[in-house]
């Protein structure tokens, strides 16, 4: 719960560290406004907010007894997760075994430049759609076609698994070195 937390407010291509001690979960959680906490939904934080609970630190500060009067049978869940604590097993998704972007251009281009524009056009549009899905790349793959309908192939396994746009970057442009156009 904290990691998907700490996800969601941040930025891409940056990172948040919370440690994993009871006084860095509390600094991290109490701050975050009430709707950011699982299973606290835009109603249950309107409801929340008529007593003057926006914030997660406001319901790990407020009696169950009076959270229950509010929320109901979804109390307790908040309560606990207020406080770090959530009973949810972590189940992995399976990532997708491939995703790609393509582009093709009306003429034989010839421009280096623009190559590299177009390589990294794609690779900005694979990490966002990586980090909208949550997922990572664990290799990146770079095809040219030419003109006569032959292509050549290159990939290269990622040092570390990453949806980070820089990584990925970094990896296609070594690619589209590699292939000497």
Do not use: C, W
């Not at 406004?33 to 299973?39: D, K, R, S, T, Y």
């Not at 008529?50 to 914030?55: D, L, S, V």
């Not at 097993?89 to 251009?105: E, H, M, N, Q």
């Amino acid at each position: 719960m904290i990691a998907a937390m700490a996800a969601a407010v941040t930025a891409p291509g940056a990172a948040t560290i919370v440690g994993h001690g009871p006084y860095e979960i509390a600094a991290f959680l109490r701050p975050q406004p009430a709707v950011a906490l699982p299973g606290v939904g835009p109603v249950s934080a309107r409801s929340l907010a008529r007593y003057g609970i926006t914030t997660v630190g406001d319901i790990a500060d407020t009696p169950p007894a009076t959270l229950q009067r509010i929320l109901g049978t979804a109390a307790r869940q908040a309560h606990d997760r207020a406080h770090g604590q959530d009973d949810r097993s972590v189940v992995p998704a399976v990532a997708p075994k491939t995703i790609s972007a393509s582009r093709r251009f009306d003429r034989d281009e010839l421009d280096p430049d623009q190559h590299h524009r177009t390589v990294l056009g794609l690779i900005e549009q694979l990490g966002a759609r990586l980090r909208d899905e949550q997922s990572v790349a664990q290799a990146v793959t770079l095809t040219v076609t030419y003109a006569n309908r032959t292509s050549t192939t290159r990939t290269r396994t990622l040092i570390e698994p990453t949806a980070h746009t820089a990584d990925l970057g970094a990896t296609a442009r070594e690619l589209l070195a590699l292939l000497g156009l």
